[in-house]
T-cell receptor
Framework: DGGITQSPKYLFRKEGQNVTLSCEQN?????MYWYRQDPGQGLRLIYY???????QKGDIAEGYSVSREKKESFPLTVTSAQKNPTAFYLC?????????????FGSGTRLTVV | DAKTTQPPSMDCAEGRAANLPCNHS???????VYWYRQIHSQGPQYIIH?????ETNEMASLIITEDRKSSTLILPHATLRDTAVYYC??????????????WGLGTSLAVNP
């Protein structure tokens, strides 16, 4: 079945460390997105990519970096510059123009700084 | 993209219809209404979307008022597994600037036995 796979499901990081969250999709979608969700809040866009080798900052890109070397993959690196990285991170993808089904989301990665 | 207003929480008895309202009074003519739901600690799931006409699929029905300033998501026979946060979002189709997709706090629906 097609879908989006995020790994790991849970991730613990020491302060000052960079960590990379994986996001892989086999839906042949062009666009991919990273969102952050904090308790009791809506999703906030970190980065998005509409084609390979191109990506744009979202509303809260500071302290994060991404790459899009392959259509299927859009990893997110949470750097030590991110002051409050503990959150639930969601990856999504969509076909061109969003067609009929909008975004497809992964199951998320919960990052905790210890 | 237009912002939306939803009640923070609602209750529904199992087996009854759940009607979730959404106000989007500043919606533009080319903006679609999308509904997603998020079960605790999972990624949001697409439910349905529409522009002007009412829509129905295997999960739900979407009723959009004639002036398009509000809509209602209907789950015809709610089950315990429908307990989730439901998000109403309006966005332009084929919009190039995805930065303006705004996710609110949604409606937390509790389906009770």
């Amino acid at each position: 079945d097609g879908g989006i796979t995020q790994s790991p499901k849970y991730l613990f990081r020491k302060e000052g460390q960079n960590v990379t969250l994986s996001c892989e999709q086999n839906l042949n979608h062009d666009a991919m997105y990273w969102y952050r969700q904090d308790p009791g809040q809506g999703l906030r866009l970190i980065y998005y990519s509409q084609i390979v080798n191109d990506f744009q900052k979202g509303d809260i890109a500071e302290g994060y970096s991404v790459s899009r070397e392959k259509k299927e993959s859009f990893p997110l690196t949470v750097t030590s510059a991110q002051k409050n990285p503990t959150a639930f991170y969601l990856c999504a993808s969509s076909p061109p123009g969003h067609r009929d089904y909008g975004y497809t989301f992964g199951s998320g990665t919960r990052l905790t700084v210890v | 993209d237009a912002k939306t207003t939803q009640p923070p929480s609602m209750d529904c008895a199992e087996g009854r219809a759940a009607n979730l309202p959404c106000n989007h009074s500043t919606i533009s003519g080319n903006e679609y209404v999308y509904w997603y739901r998020q079960i605790h600690s999972q990624g949001p799931q697409y439910i349905i979307h529409g522009l002007k006409n009412n829509e129905t699929n295997e999960m739900a029905s979407l009723i959009i008022t004639e002036d398009r300033k509000s809509s209602t998501l209907i789950l015809p026979h709610a089950t315990l597994r429908d307990t989730a946060v439901y998000y109403c979002i309006v966005r332009a189709y084929n919009a190039g600037n995805n930065r303006k997709l705004i996710w609110g706090l949604g409606t937390s629906l509790a389906v009770n036995p």
